[in-house]
């Protein structure tokens, strides 16, 4: 009996020890919230913002904003300060690096959900998402926090009992942030990255391998049409269409002459030239509340390999002149102009003198 009622002790006691210390890990982590699940930044500490995939729904839930800046890596270096300043809001910004456009859309669906004060909308459309598969997502679903984003409160063990949480995100990005003095990652810096690199055509051209072979031109196929057609009306039409108070502004991300020299080389550049009016037919004839730009008609920005690091990514100034061409009109495609635009982008860039580049 005796050792029956040690055993029972000895149990007791072990569970309440281990009540203990997940209390001890989870208590600190529901206060300070570090990935924004339960609510917005405990008003006197700061909080060190990256891991855009972790935070990023915590930051459409519970931020206050009226105005949201989201889209790939081509959206990193944008710049709250500019965003509020040109368009007069009170914006976020939550790019998502290499992220197909359902991932994006759905970022989207969820700001519009989560906040009725949303009334602006600025997204990077990419050339190559076009092609993927309308359900398609980019990451390794075994990598992604789906524990942060959906409304299940078990799986959240995976997020309050995580001892990494607590030591990194928790006592490194907030306790120990707050007391070494620093402040609240802004969303000018947050997911910048734009002072680590170097911005001019050598470097542009060291980070570009050409194809040594030009390939023949591929053709905008019936498959390709019918691929485009589901990803722009799921990932772009529809949810604009259920919104029309909301104003969407969405802009062709403008990639260096150096990557049209790549497309023409590996004989994709007509398809893609094809499959973007396709896209741009259908989203101006759906959804006047979608604003649409292409700067490719700007060849001034698209051939002075100075404002890329790569083939693709440009500067942060360039995003801040983004900004203020689309709130001055400037590529604005409407259905008067937008077959011209296109026309011309077939004749200048299928003609360039792409070796001249290199020169």
């Not at 992220?99 to 519009?112: C, G, L, P, Q, W």
């Not at 092609?131 to 942060?148: I, R």
């Not at 734009?194 to 391998?209: G, H, Q």
């Not at 991300?253 to 009016?277: H, K, M």
Request: net charge negative; proline share 3%; aromatic share 18%.
């Amino acid at each position: 009996m005796g050792e029956i009622m040690n055993s029972k002790k000895f149990i007791g006691i072990t569970i309440v020890f281990t009540a203990i210390f997940l209390i001890s890990v989870a208590y600190p982590i529901i206060k300070y919230d570090p990935f924004f699940h339960y609510h917005g930044p405990v008003e006197d500490k700061e909080y060190n913002l990256y891991n855009q995939r972790y935070i990023t729904d915590g930051i459409i839930k519970h931020f206050d904003y009226d105005a949201m800046i989201i889209g790939t890596s081509m959206t990193d270096n944008f710049k709250k300060s500019d965003m509020d300043r040109i368009f007069e809001t009170n914006s976020i910004k939550v790019p998502l690096p290499g992220a197909s456009f359902k991932e994006i859309n759905e970022n989207i669906a969820k700001a519009i959900k989560a906040n009725s004060n949303l009334k602006i909308v600025v997204r990077a459309l990419d050339f190559v998402n076009f092609y993927a598969d309308k359900d398609y997502m980019s990451y390794d679903k075994n990598l992604y926090p789906e524990y942060l984003y959906d409304d299940n409160i078990f799986n959240d063990v995976n997020y309050i009992f995580d001892k990494q949480v607590l030591t990194q995100s928790v006592i490194g990005d907030v306790l120990l942030f707050t007391r070494d003095g620093n402040t609240t990652t802004t969303f000018d810096d947050y997911s910048s990255w734009s002072k680590m690199y170097l911005f001019n055509k050598d470097v542009t051209l060291a980070n570009y391998e050409r194809p040594q072979e030009i390939q023949k031109m591929d053709t905008f196929r019936e498959e390709y049409r019918k691929t485009v057609y589901g990803n722009t009306y799921q990932n772009i039409i529809d949810v604009a269409k259920a919104n029309p108070d909301i104003e969407f502004y969405y802009f062709y991300t403008p990639y260096s002459i150096a990557y049209f020299d790549r497309e023409y080389r590996e004989g994709r550049l007509v398809r893609n030239i094809d499959s973007v009016e396709y896209a741009t037919e259908l989203i101006l004839k759906e959804c006047p509340n979608i604003k649409l730009y292409s700067f490719f008609g700007i060849t001034d920005l698209i051939t002075n390999l100075d404002n890329y690091k790569d083939i693709i990514h440009y500067s942060d100034l360039v995003n801040t002149v983004i900004l203020e061409w689309m709130n001055d009109d400037i590529g604005l495609l409407t259905q008067e102009n937008y077959k011209e635009h296109f026309d011309f982008m077939r004749e200048y860039y299928l003609n360039y003198d792409y070796n001249s580049i290199f020169g």
